[in-house]
């Protein structure tokens, strides 16, 4: 059902219909159409859904018309919404809304929620803490497996995944895990010991997402356990959880690549403000730095009054520099990213480089020197000068853009800043006075 | 275990010890120490591995790894590996082994498996076909809950998940999806047609991947079934090849947003020359492109020749327009991917764009007058010839940041080819043209 269809059976007031069919919808199509309807239309709509189903929706409904949607709930539907909701999910709620929405959400907790909640809210944006849920099943390693399904039976409604399952000792030390898989397979009166899989690979509540969604991939998971310094089971993280991790890290690292403050935000929901805010510093900075190209240049006044042609190349020579060197550092901060590269392997980076950059500096050089003094007839000086500042800058380019960001890495900052912009003002620099330096020599001046 | 460790026991031939050690280990960190060994050592862990283990392990190993074990093994190791393998598995590695590697896998399967694997090899690359496999579990509606969960038990171990299971008619026409929660928490005498959700959502074998990893982000997914063009069931993809599928995806664009071919080998495994040649193509052109500027300055010559210090702000007014032409554009090709902005917004963009960059262009230009003409001492009508320049060159850089990624999506073009080096080349031009202009108008030359 498409947003139009949907209005007009508002309009018409086909509440019985409407009803049926929206309860038929998957859940992430009901909350595309909910963003696109006005306030009074979605609150409607909202009220038409079953009310587990009005639950799931919601999480999917972006931030601004959640705030939207939690305006208008009375005290009844904001208890049975919150009521639906699992953990983390009030906790992101939380954590995303106005003073005044918070304050409403929270009289509709009682005091042991309350105290879980502010345990949650106390762990590092980011973290795997922040990431997960409690609602999991945990057994003993006591349990035959038929009584293991009685208890997944049991509490299985109340949780987000029971394909995993996290076998306990009495202090709540995580101590293996079953899949239940193996216990749909696996004979009925077995014990879950026997079972278990003892070699559990769990993160801590303060381990960074990236670092989780790494293990996610590594190990192909579906879920994961989470363990306090006790190694206690306090929680644990979804697949589906970690796919957005993967891809909002990915835009944190193409944004700040390209020297933008990340944002999670949708770029046509950000205020022009926002969006100037997030990209002024890096320009400012870059600017600043770029000013000593302008130095350099005023030191060889005299030559580029004397040979002016020297001027013509010099955005070629850039251009091509910053390529060069952006095309380097990008495939090294990509496989820094995806764990292929340490900065142990820095001497093989350089190596590599080197002999990349020679030879398609050498390809560069070449064709140019034909173009520049063959078609366009400068003098073979000038066009030598040219060229070799060309293969020069390639190679500066290539090394350097394939060294800073393990020298980052190892500096324990992101390798993603040294990414195109701050290489290719460096490279701006050196090239220059390469150029002049060369002009000097071979044009004698 | 570390490689060492190993390397100890081997030496000492403690074998047994060995072979309990790394069967207990998780199969990702046997595959990790296997790349660190040396070949013989490493045929030797393999054929002390269970036989189910190893294959999994197999897996896991890299393509040059693989290739390298295959050549070790003898005909009754291969056919016991090729056994364990499923059947997707078993495609990727014939495509992707060398031709007399191929031979040998393909004696060891029969006529009927052959078919199949020729069916398979015929999706294009890509694909939702080629990413699929076959083992998966279907049912029929008018079973019950335990009967289905008897069909489960007696397939279950030999399909790649059980977590989700397919309902087909007697030709294959997929009519429904049970999960396997449901049939776990359900009675045992309902009927599945009475439980399974008939709002499947299903992929086709010829979508791209890129499309199914996108519906799988959406609807938060552990499988897909995947139909042929008569909704017939032929596979299932399943969320850990997704998963890899995103990280794939994403290093595509960051390396076509650099301007390199993008390739899926390892940095440090690349040659030098397979380096070079995904760069050259893009720095060439992009050189070329470059030489426009060259062409403008020489037709400003007496400008320049009259005015040398114009030439000093060249280097800073390319470098700030760059840096703010590729923030724009990654920021748009970004949102394109994640599905938040399409051709539609083309006006919306522009008018953000045209915001954003009046902001932090008169915040540079103010700045740059104050530098230029009360710290640098330049007159009034230079500086006020940079400033102006710097305004409008941001301008019109984010602006066509802004909207190349949209016009090259409309023209069913990569959106990330339309990144920084590509708007670079474009603005460079373009802003030197404006400069020179503004430099006739101001200084009256």
């Known amino acids: 059902m498409n947003k139009n269809t949907l209005q007009n059976l508002i309009n018409d007031k086909k509440f019985t219909l409407i009803k049926d069919k929206i309860n038929n919808m998957n859940i992430p199509d009901i909350a595309e159409l909910l963003e696109e309807l006005d306030s009074s239309s979605a609150l409607l709509i909202f009220r038409l859904l079953n009310k587990k189903i009005a639950a799931k929706v919601f999480t999917y409904v972006s931030r601004d018309n ?34 005044n929405v918070v304050k409403r959400i929270l009289k509709t907790t009682d005091e042991s929620e309350r105290k879980i909640i502010n345990q949650f809210l106390k762990y590092p944006k980011d973290s795997a803490g922040s990431l997960m849920t409690i609602e999991f099943i945990d057994l003993k390693k006591e349990l035959t497996v038929s009584e293991s399904l009685e208890r997944i039976k049991k509490l299985g409604y109340h949780r987000e995944t029971i394909y995993t399952t996290y076998v306990i000792t009495n202090t ?16 009925d009166n077995k014990n879950i010991e026997n079972i278990m899989n003892k070699n559990v690979i769990y993160v801590n509540t303060h381990d960074d997402q990236e670092y989780v969604a790494s293990i996610f991939r590594k190990y192909d998971l579906l879920s994961i356990p989470v363990v306090d310094n006790e190694k206690r089971l306090v929680g644990i993280i979804t697949v589906d959880d970690i796919m957005d991790v993967i891809e909002l890290e990915n835009t944190e690292d193409i944004h700040k690549m390209a020297a933008i403050e990340p944002s999670h935000t949708n770029y046509l929901n950000e205020s022009i403000f926002d969006l100037a805010k997030r990209r002024i510093v890096w320009l400012l900075v870059l600017m600043i730095s770029a000013t000593f190209t302008g130095i350099i240049l005023s030191n060889y006044e005299d030559t580029l009054e004397s040979v002016v042609a020297l001027t013509f190349f010099i955005p070629m020579l850039m251009d ?63 066009s030598l000068t040219v060229t070799t500042t060309l293969l020069l800058t390639i190679m500066l380019a290539k090394i350097v853009g394939g060294i800073l960001p393990l020298l980052a890495k190892k500096a324990k900052l992101d ?3 040294m990414a195109s912009p701050l290489v290719t003002t460096i490279v701006d620099t050196f090239s220059l006075i390469v150029y002049f330096r060369i002009a000097t020599l071979i044009l004698k001046l």
């Open 172 to 187: 709540r030390i995580l101590e293996g895990i079953v899949e239940l898989k193996e216990l749909v397979l696996e004979n």
């Open 415 to 417: 390798p993603a800043l």
């Open 320 to 382: 091509t520099g910053g390529n060069a060197g952006s095309q380097a550092s990008t495939l090294i901060i990509r496989s820094i990213t995806l764990g292929e590269i340490e900065f142990k392997d820095i001497f093989k980076v350089i190596s590599k480089e080197f002999g990349v950059s020679f030879i398609v500096g050498i390809i560069l050089a070449v064709l140019n020197f034909l173009r520049i003094h063959f078609i366009q007839g400068y003098s073979v000086k000038i």
């Open 66 to 99: 959640q705030e939207r949607l939690l305006l208008l709930f009375n005290e009844d539907e904001l208890n049975q919404l919150t009521d639906k909701l699992f953990l983390d999910e009030k906790v992101d709620l939380l954590e995303e809304m106005p003073s």
